[in-house]
C-alpha cells in the first residue's frame, strides 16, 4: 500500500522554525521514490488547499510559493524516501495542515505546482504559529 506519512508540525511561536518530513513507503515508492516530482500544499479551514513548495524527481529543481520565498525550502532524500520542508521565521498566516504529495508523471528536471497533477497524497500534518 502506497503510503505518504507527515510529521513534524506543532505549535510555535511567532519567528520559530519548524522541519516537516513526508517519508514515503509501500508499492513502487519503496524502491522508484526517485521517479515521484514531491510538493507541499497547506489548507486552512474554510480556504482552498494552497501550493507551497515542490521538488524535482532529482532534487535539483524546486519552486516556492511567493509567501513563503526566503523563510521556507524543500528538499528532498531519494535514499531515505523522504522530502522535507525546512520553515524559518514562521508567521501567524503560516497556520494550516500541511500536506505532502507526489506526482508520477513528472519528467526528471520538472516541478509540479498544481494539485490535480498530484498522484498520492499524505493525510496532513497540523501547523499552528501563534503571534
Known amino acids: 500500500q502506497v503510503q505518504l506519512v507527515e510529521s513534524g508540525g506543532g505549535l510555535v511561536q511567532a519567528g520559530d522554525s519548524l522541519r516537516l518530513s513526508c517519508a514515503a513507503s509501500g508499492g513502487t515508492f519503496s524502491r522508484t521514490f526517485s521517479r515521484y516530482a514531491m510538493g507541499w500544499f497547506r489548507q486552512d479551514p474554510g480556504k482552498e488547499r494552497e501550493f507551497v513548495a515542490a521538488?524535482?524527481?532529482?532534487?535539483?529543481?524546486?519552486h516556492l510559493a511567493d509567501s513563503v520565498k526566503g523563510r521556507f525550502t524543500i528538499s528532498r532524500d531519494n535514499a531515505k524516501n523522504t522530502v522535507y520542508l525546512q520553515m524559518n521565521s514562521l508567521k501567524p498566516e503560516d497556520t494550516a495542515v500541511y500536506y505532502c504529495?507526489?506526482?508520477?508523471?513528472?519528467?526528471?528536471?520538472?516541478?509540479?505546482?498544481?494539485?490535480?497533477?498530484?498522484?498520492?497524497w499524505g493525510q496532513g500534518t497540523q501547523v499552528t504559529v501563534s503571534s
Open positions: 521538488v524535482s524527481r532529482s532534487g535539483g529543481n524546486s
Open positions: 504529495a507526489a506526482d508520477s508523471r513528472a519528467s526528471f528536471f520538472s516541478v509540479t505546482i498544481t494539485a490535480p497533477e498530484y498522484d498520492y
